[in-house]
């Protein structure tokens, strides 16, 4: 799924980033509106991943949608 769709889809899918991220907070998600950079920020704040596993973990589950 491309970054244009996986924003695009953003409200159907916050759900189930917040299952795979349970660190993520639901202020967290609503800024993010599917961005994914900012996301991978987010990531990398609450899980302490460099930058490119939190980009690597957000492909991860971007293929498996």
Known sequence: M???IFE???KQLKGQVKVRWGK???DD???A???SQYLAGKLQERYG???E???EEIAEFNRKL
């Open 24 to 26: 993520l907070t639901d």
């Open 53 to 55: 596993k939190a980009e």
């Open 2 to 4: 491309n970054t244009d």
């Open 49 to 51: 991943l460099t930058k």
């Open 33 to 35: 509106e599917g961005h």
């Open 8 to 10: 695009g889809k953003w």
């Open 29 to 31: 998600l609503d800024v």
